[in-house]
C-alpha cells in the first residue's frame, strides 16, 4: 500500500488510515496467508498454524471494529461503505470488546466464525482499502 503524505497539521482522515487501518490490514493479510494452511487437513500437526490463525483472526476483526468507529467519528460518508456497517455494526462491537476484554465463554467470538459475518468483513475490508487508496491518489 502507498503511503499517504504526511499531514501538515491536523488530519484525521490520515491518524484513521496510518494508525488504523495499516495496522488492521497488516493483520487482514496474515489472516489471508495462513487461512489455507491452518485448516488444509485435520493434521495435529496443523494446530499451532491453526492458532496463529485465529490470533491473527482475533486482531484483524477487532481493528476492523476500531476502523469503522473511527469512520463514523470522523462522520465520513460514503453510501456503499456505511450500508456495510450497518448489517453487523454491532456484532463486530460485540466482537471486538470480546478480544479485548476477557469473557468467561465464546458466544461474543464464535459469532464470526459464521461464513456470512466473515465474508461481510472481508468485503468491508476490501471496500476501506479501496477507500483509503483513492484518497492517496488525490
Same mark, same amino acid.
Given at each position: 500500500? %502507498?503511503?499517504?503524505?504526511? %499531514?501538515?497539521?491536523?488530519?484525521? @482522515?490520515? &491518524? &484513521?488510515?496510518? *494508525?488504523?487501518?495499516?495496522?488492521?490490514?497488516?493483520?487482514?493479510?496474515? +489472516?489471508? @496467508?495462513?487461512? !489455507?494452511?491452518?485448516?488444509?487437513?485435520?493434521? %495435529?500437526?496443523?494446530?499451532?498454524?491453526?492458532?496463529? /490463525?485465529?490470533?491473527?483472526?482475533?486482531?484483524?476483526?477487532? !481493528?476492523?471494529?476500531? +476502523?469503522?468507529?473511527?469512520?463514523?467519528?470522523?462522520?465520513?460518508?460514503?453510501?456503499?461503505?456505511?450500508?456495510?456497517?450497518?448489517?453487523?455494526?454491532?456484532? &463486530?462491537? $460485540?466482537?471486538?470488546?470480546? +478480544?479485548?476484554? /476477557?469473557? %468467561?465463554?465464546?458466544?461474543?467470538? +464464535? $459469532?464470526? *466464525?459464521?461464513?456470512?459475518?466473515?465474508?461481510?468483513?472481508?468485503? @468491508?475490508?476490501?471496500? @476501506?482499502?479501496?477507500?483509503?487508496?483513492? $484518497?492517496?491518489?488525490?
Amino acid at each position: 500500500m %502507498p503511503t499517504m503524505p504526511t %499531514p501538515k497539521e491536523d488530519n484525521p @482522515l490520515w &491518524l &484513521l488510515r496510518t *494508525f488504523y487501518f495499516v495496522p488492521c490490514d497488516l493483520m487482514h493479510q496474515n +489472516v489471508n @496467508l495462513l487461512k !489455507g494452511r491452518a485448516f488444509a487437513d485435520e493434521n %495435529p500437526e496443523n494446530a499451532d498454524s491453526q492458532e496463529v /490463525f485465529i490470533s491473527f483472526l482475533l486482531y484483524w476483526l477487532g !481493528g476492523l471494529f476500531v +476502523v469503522i468507529e473511527g469512520w463514523k467519528s470522523l462522520k465520513i460518508t460514503e453510501p456503499t461503505i456505511d450500508k456495510m456497517i450497518d448489517e453487523h455494526w454491532d456484532s &463486530l462491537r $460485540q466482537f471486538r470488546n470480546a +478480544v479485548f476484554h /476477557f469473557q %468467561p465463554d465464546d458466544r461474543k467470538h +464464535v $459469532q464470526f *466464525f459464521d461464513l456470512a459475518k466473515f465474508n461481510w468483513a472481508e468485503e @468491508l475490508h476490501a471496500a @476501506l482499502r479501496a477507500f483509503f487508496e483513492a $484518497q492517496e491518489s488525490r
